[in-house]
């Protein structure tokens, strides 16, 4: 079946630093690819979608400065966190799909901490 | 705009208990709806699914049948174990808009004690 791999699953960084976060599809294109955020014991809130080869669409509130996506390839989609603070400290899961047989496959997500 | 409201929790249950969790949504037309299971520390994985009114999804004991006229897909399980603690997510994604992102409820969480 479709596999999405997300790495890295945990990251500790410095607050003032970058993170970068990468998804990849294992065995599918995947035309469009979303990135979640969760907080603790709360839901999935959708950051973005990329679209391979185009801008992403960032939802209402969320920074496109601070959270760079890029989807240069219909493998792999990348969030980078820039100039991260402690409140960017959070679950984020990425996922591919929502076309064709597959559906929506999800990355395992990346325990972010700034410190 | 489209949502989805799930029963909160936590749900205790004892193992080989009958479990049911709520979900309703509000929509326009006939959204896909969804079970999404969350493993601590873990991403999501797909449950079940059903695309069309009447439908039934089924997996691993789980079941969850789309009723339009109520707007409601509740999971239920009629034995549950220790390993399906978890946190359980109902989504949806809009009528005829394939490719959008998934709408999720705000998740509930199980916890099966043996």
């Known amino acids: 079946g479709a596999v999405v791999s997300q790495h890295p699953s945990r990251v500790i960084c410095k607050s003032g630093t970058s993170v970068k976060i990468e998804c990849r599809s294992l065995d599918f294109q995947a035309t469009t690819m979303f990135w979640y955020r969760q907080f603790p014991k709360q839901s999935l809130m959708l950051m973005a979608t990329?679209?391979?080869?185009?801008?992403?669409?960032?939802e209402q509130g969320v920074e496109k400065d601070k959270f760079l996506i890029n989807h240069a390839s219909l493998t792999l989609s990348t969030l980078t966190v820039t100039s991260a603070h402690p409140e960017d400290s959070s679950f984020y899961i990425c996922s591919a799909g929502g076309q064709g047989v597959y559906g929506y496959t999800f990355g395992s997500g990346t325990r972010l901490t700034v410190v | 705009g489209d949502s989805v409201t799930q029963m909160e929790g936590p749900v205790t249950l004892s193992e080989e208990a009958f479990l049911t969790i709520n979900c309703t949504y509000t929509?326009?037309?006939?959204?896909?709806l969804f079970w999404y299971v969350q493993y601590p520390g873990e991403g999501l994985q797909l449950l079940l699914k059903a695309t069309k009114a009447d439908d039934k999804g089924s997996n691993k004991g789980f079941e969850a049948t789309y009723r339009k006229e109520t707007t409601s897909f509740h999971l239920e399980k009629g034995s549950v174990q220790v390993s399906d603690s978890a946190v359980y997510f109902c989504?949806?994604?809009?009528?005829?808009?394939?490719?959008?992102?998934?709408?999720f409820g705000k998740g509930t969480t199980l916890s099966v004690s043996s």
């Open positions: 929509a326009t037309g006939y959204p896909s």
């Open positions: 990329s679209n391979e080869g185009s801008k992403a669409t960032y």
């Open positions: 989504a949806l994604t809009p009528f005829n808009q394939a490719g959008t992102a998934l709408i």
